[in-house]
């Protein structure tokens, strides 16, 4: 064996990689060669050294990183990030619709001012809510089959039923202190079982005890899962067992995700389809593959995206209601109004509706009046000017005489 | 882990459950992350590696075949992903090694400060970690590779050839002469420390 051949064995011999023969070899040549032994003794320090580096620590949160990154990936939590995103959404929406009746308002005053341009701003006003009564009046009256025939045949009410399903999470919370604990827990079990929904979580606990230990406190967390049809229902079913603390809702439109998701299901499933019709006529082992790893990738998507549609389902089929029950003593208990009776929800949102149509109507007519306001005050200034002018030219006259 | 356990927590993962995931690739964190930073000496670098490994892994399980070693796979995608971004930054820009030394100096010291050592030789033995470090990054791919699975991460040369997908002659003689390699250029670096030292 040469030098060469010892030198790049002595690295096999110290991982005990080299056969009893070798190694022999290697053993005898070393004590005979002192260019060898020397490369002998500096791998020996070079591998110590390899073996003195301690490992590197595993970054902190690096776990939780990368499982983030994986939830990130898959469907539900796809659901929160789009929510986050809807939520601007619906605030864009109101600006929007303002921005819009300003506009249509608008337009309309400008055409009356410029036909009758002297009518006052309370005239304004009320012609400008003449016509929604008038469509009460109209709908009121009008009984008969003909009208109904027409609303039925007529092209909006085709549209709206081709319009896709709106697809609503909702949500609500409340917070209600109660007397009798045990009871109040176990009458909203009962509600959901009744109501066909289920228990997601519940947990209730000692939040307090006297000093003499006689007296327990409890406080628990349910979260409920109730078919949306009760969802109002199962809300005052809840809020009518103890004392209302706290109440809020949201609700999160996802008709735009689910149908683009469901878009993606469909063309995705033509795709599938193709690729099996190019399996069947494919000859070659290698296309094959790569046909099937396509194929296993389409399918994996098409899971995902089906995934997120069932769980939407889920979700949109049911709302949830977060349920906070404190246990308090009877002079303890304080409850502030609901913020709305399921009963009187819609006339309250009509009502609060119309106030905000006058207020803008009313702010509306100030701003397309403000020449014209501008100029009638002018006009008054100038008025009230002349009269002094000429009440103390007339004054001056009568002292003269 | 036992391999039945790994066996059933593979087959729940790749059904989609992520408890199942995050368990199973807890064990394999650390050597992932060690031998990216040992290939980037970096732990942004190392880091970024780390997270793209396990969402490959994640999103490739269902490829996964259940007769082979779940660990083979992992780390041979590992080396590839590796690799890959070696060659990215090939093709872009010559990669200073200097560089990342400075950065990289004051997170040296304060690495092993639990040891009780002199200031001296705590010194010291950062010199020779950071020496090494040096030389390693100077080996080529294939030997740079070779040593730290086999002398930073004590796989055995059949292990090493599984997950290199090489023969195991290929693994033995890279080992031997990418060691033969560090050994020079320290012994080069040695040599021109003390001639600075001298004059
Ligand atoms: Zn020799």
Redesign the pocket.
């Known amino acids: 064996m040469?030098?060469e051949q010892?030198?790049e064995n002595i690295s096999l011999y110290m991982d005990n990689a080299l056969d009893n023969k070798e190694k022999k070899e290697l053993e005898q040549?070393?004590h005979?060669?002192?260019?060898?032994?020397l490369?002998f003794t500096q791998m020996l320090d070079t591998i110590d050294l390899l073996h003195s580096i301690p490992p590197e620590e595993l970054p902190f949160n690096l776990h939780e990183e990368i499982m983030k990154k994986v939830y990130d990936m898959s469907s539900e939590h796809k659901i929160q990030s789009v929510s986050k995103k809807d939520k601007f959404f619906r605030l864009l929406k109101p600006m929007v619709a303002v921005f819009l009746v300003l506009i249509v308002v608008g337009f309309g005053v400008l055409g009356i001012f410029t036909l009758i341009p002297t009518k006052s701003i309370t005239e304004e006003m009320e012609k400008n809510s003449a016509p929604q009564e008038m469509i009460v009046r109209d709908t009121a009256n009008e009984n008969s089959d003909f009208y109904r025939e027409k609303m039925e045949s007529s092209t909006d009410f085709a549209e709206i039923e081709n319009l896709p399903e709106q697809k609503i999470i909702k949500t609500a919370s409340l917070f209600l202190e109660v007397e009798d604990f045990d009871l109040v827990y176990q009458k909203i079990k009962q509600m959901v079982e009744k109501n066909k929904g289920y228990i997601v979580n519940a947990e209730s606990y000692i939040y307090y005890s006297d000093d003499e230990k006689k007296e327990y406190l409890k406080e628990g967390h349910l979260t409920i899962r109730v078919p949306r049809e009760v969802y109002g229902t199962a809300q005052q079913q809840i809020i009518e067992l103890g004392k209302l603390k706290h109440q809020s809702e949201n609700s999160d439109d996802i008709t735009d995700q689910y149908m683009d998701t469901e878009g993606k299901i469909r063309m995705l499933k033509v795709q599938e389809e193709r690729l099996l019709v190019i399996m069947e006529n494919a000859t070659k082992v290698e296309e094959l593959i790569q046909l099937e790893q396509r194929l296993n990738e389409v399918r994996t998507d098409l899971e995902i995206l089906k995934g997120r549609i069932q769980n939407w389902d889920k979700l949109v089929a049911f709302s949830t209601i977060e349920v906070k029950i404190r246990q308090v003593k009877k002079a303890m208990i304080h409850a502030i109004a609901p913020n709305f009776s399921i009963k009187i929800k819609e006339g309250l949102i009509t009502s609060i509706n119309r106030a905000q149509s006058s207020m803008e109507i009313f702010f509306i007519n100030i701003a397309r009046n403000f020449i014209q306001i501008i100029f009638g005050l002018v006009c008054i200034i100038i008025g009230i000017w002349v009269i002094k002018f000429l009440y103390k030219k007339i004054k001056f006259k009568f002292n003269k005489i | 882990m036992s391999n039945s356990l790994e066996t059933v927590l593979i087959k729940k993962a790749k059904q989609g459950n992520k408890t199942a995931f995050s368990k199973l690739i807890l064990q394999y964190e650390s050597n992932v992350y060690n031998i990216a930073y040992r290939m980037f000496y970096n732990e942004a670098d190392a880091k970024d590696i780390v997270q793209e490994v396990f969402l490959r892994i994640f999103q490739k399980l269902h490829q996964f075949q259940d007769n082979a070693a779940f660990s083979t796979w992992l780390y041979r995608i590992t080396v590839n992903i590796c690799i890959d971004e070696i060659r990215k930054r090939k093709g872009k820009e010559t990669y200073s090694i200097d560089e990342t030394y400075k950065t990289e100096d004051d997170e040296m010291i304060r690495q092993y400060p639990g040891d009780s050592k002199s200031p001296e030789e705590i010194y010291l033995q950062k010199e020779r970690i950071e020496a090494l470090y040096k030389a390693i990054q100077a080996l080529s791919e294939e030997y740079k590779l070779a040593i730290i699975l086999r002398d930073f991460q004590n796989f055995s040369y059949q292990e090493i050839a599984d997950i290199l997908s090489c023969s195991l002659g290929t693994v033995k003689s890279r080992i031997a002469r990418g060691r033969i390699q560090l050994k020079n250029i320290l012994l080069k670096e040695q040599r021109e420390l003390f001639n600075k030292t001298v004059v």
């Open positions: 040469t030098c010892i030198k040549h070393i005979t060669c002192n260019s060898c032994k490369e």
